[in-house]
C-alpha cells in the first residue's frame, strides 16, 4: 500500500495562498510525481474549490474537507453538505478530528452519523480518534479507541471498499504541542487500532490505511513511517508550509 501523506490546514489559508502552496509544490517536485505516496490536502471549505483545481491540475494531489453536515440540504445555517464538497472538486472529508470533539463538542454519535453519511454519499472518509492525556493516565488507552472505532464503523462492510475508508490515530496530547508520541507509543496504538478494527471488518482492516497524526515533522516522519502497522501521516502545523510538507511526502 502507498503510504499516505495527508495535510491538514485547519483554518489557515485564504484560496489564494492554497493557490500559491499548490504551486510550490509543483515547482518542488517539478514534474516528478512521488513515488509510493498517496497525497492528500484537507483545504478549508472556503479554499476548497482552488485546492481542488489545483490538485487536479498535478494530478497527484487530492482536495479534501475537514467536515460535513450529515444531511442532504435544508435549513441548517452554516453548515456545507457532502454534495457541495464533491461539487467543490473534493472527494473525501475528515471526520471526528480532535478538534471537532473537544472544542465544538462532537460526540462519537455524531461523528458516526457523519462518517455513515458521507460514505453513503459517495465521499471517501478519514475517521480520526484518539485518546486524551488523562484518559491515557487512567489506562482508558483500549477503551476509549474501542469506544471510537466501534461507534464510527456501524456501517456496512461493503463501505469499505474502493479504498473509501482511512483511520487517523491522533493522540490528543500530541497534536500541536510539539510533544511527539514515542515510536513505541505510535506502534503500540496502532497496533491496537489494527486488532479493534480487525473485530470489526474482519481481513478487511488490513487494506483501511492508519496514519498516525500529532506533531509529525520533517525531521520525525521517516521514522514514524517506518513503524508497523503506520500506513501514512496526518500533518498539522508541519502542512503549512509547501517546503516542509514536500520534505514529509518524500521522508
Ligand atoms: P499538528 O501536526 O499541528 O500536531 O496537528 C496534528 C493534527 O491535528 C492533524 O490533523
Not at 460514505?119 to 477503551?143: A, D, F, P, S
Not at 520525525?220 to 508497523?228: K, Q, R
Request: aromatic share 6%.
Amino acid at each position: 500500500m502507498d503510504k499516505v501523506i495527508a495535510a491538514n490546514w485547519k483554518m489557515n489559508k485564504t484560496a489564494s495562498e492554497a493557490q500559491g502552496f499548490m504551486a510550490r509544490l509543483k515547482e518542488l517536485f517539478d514534474g516528478a510525481v512521488p513515488e509510493g505516496r498517496e497525497v492528500i490536502v484537507f483545504a478549508p471549505f472556503t479554499a476548497l474549490e482552488a485546492t481542488a483545481r489545483s490538485a487536479g491540475a498535478l494530478g497527484w494531489v487530492q482536495a479534501g474537507a475537514q467536515n460535513l453536515y450529515p444531511a442532504e440540504k435544508g435549513a441548517f445555517t452554516g453548515e456545507i453538505s457532502a454534495d457541495m464538497i464533491r461539487s467543490a472538486g473534493a472527494g473525501i472529508v475528515l471526520t471526528g478530528h480532535s478538534e471537532r470533539r473537544h472544542i465544538m463538542g462532537e460526540d462519537d454519535k455524531t461523528v458516526a452519523s457523519k462518517t455513515l453519511f458521507a460514505l453513503q454519499h459517495g465521499l471517501k472518509v478519514m475517521l480520526c480518534i484518539g485518546e486524551t492525556l488523562e484518559e491515557r493516565e487512567q489506562g482508558l488507552l483500549r477503551n476509549v479507541l474501542e469506544r471510537q472505532l466501534i461507534t464510527a464503523m456501524s456501517f456496512d462492510a461493503g463501505l469499505l471498499s474502493g479504498h473509501s475508508f482511512y483511520v487517523a490515530y491522533e493522540p490528543v496530547w500530541a497534536i500541536g504541542t510539539g510533544r511527539t508520541a514515542t515510536p513505541s507509543d505510535i506502534a503500540g496504538a496502532h497496533a491496537l487500532c489494527r486488532e479493534i478494527m480487525r473485530s470489526i471488518a474482519g481481513d478487511e482492516a488490513f487494506s483501511i490505511p492508519l496514519l498516525y497524526g500529532g506533531s509529525v515533522k520533517a525531521s520525525n516522519a521517516g521514522e514514524i513511517l517506518l513503524l508497523d502497522n503506520v500506513d501514512g501521516v496526518l500533518v498539522g502545523g508541519a502542512s503549512l508550509e509547501a517546503e516542509q510538507f514536500s520534505k514529509i511526502i518524500t521522508a
